[in-house]
């Protein structure tokens, strides 16, 4: 649970964001908890510049005295899908972490970052081929998934008003972890009894 100043300074920096938004950046908390925002991000340089990168900013309970960690979920041939990020900003550094810095702050310089050919823990180096590739596809990556359409609801029916496909070849949208727990269960149910079976036939 967040602290009251944790939760305040988080208002502020909202409120402030959706007054004055930053160029390639939108970043809004989670309704269901203020200290996980989701961001996307554009990158204007090539190879990136036709993708739309969905991230999260994971904020201690101490925040501002403390740094976020940061993740990138959208496939980007940058970074690995969905793992903590090394950044002087992030979680990983919180001896270099300026409690003056911000949410906007540390979005623009992952956007900054983001366009370097610097490396860090968490950094993949893909192809530009495969990079540009991978920008193609972002919206499409990101529809698939269910928290991405609650969170981004505008960004959603923007790309199926105007022709963007989606492929349900995201587990997470084919099946929620309760479902996937049931069909397994079923499953394995029909090969203990298959094996049943068997053991029976040879028995007898």
């Avoid at 609650?150 to 084919?174: A, H, L, R, S």
Wanted: hydrophobic share 40%; net charge positive.
């Amino acid at each position: 649970m967040a602290t009251d100043m944790c939760r305040r300074r988080l208002q502020r920096e909202y409120v402030s964001l959706s007054k004055s938004p930053l160029p390639g950046i939108k970043a809004i908390p989670d309704p269901d908890n203020i200290l996980s925002w989701h961001f996307l991000l554009r990158i204007p340089d090539a190879p990136y510049s036709n993708g739309v990168y969905w991230g999260v900013l994971k904020f201690p309970q101490t925040y501002p005295l403390k740094p976020p960690s940061v993740l990138v979920h959208t496939p980007s041939g940058r970074f690995k899908p969905s793992r903590r990020l090394c950044l002087s900003m992030s979680d990983y550094h919180p001896e270099t972490w300026n409690p003056m810095w911000s949410v906007g702050t540390v979005l623009l310089g992952l956007q900054t970052f983001w366009a370097s050919n610097d490396e860090t823990l968490g950094s993949i180096n893909a192809s530009a081929q495969t990079r540009t590739r991978l920008a193609n596809e972002s919206m499409s990556w990101n529809c698939r998934d269910k928290k991405f359409k609650m969170m981004f609801d505008q960004e959603y029916q923007k790309f199926i008003d105007e022709g963007g496909k989606i492929t349900p070849e995201n587990p997470n949208d084919v099946m929620d972890n309760k479902s996937f727990v049931f069909w397994a269960l079923g499953v394995g149910f029909l090969f203990l009894a298959a094996v049943v079976r068997m053991l029976v036939g040879k028995i007898f």
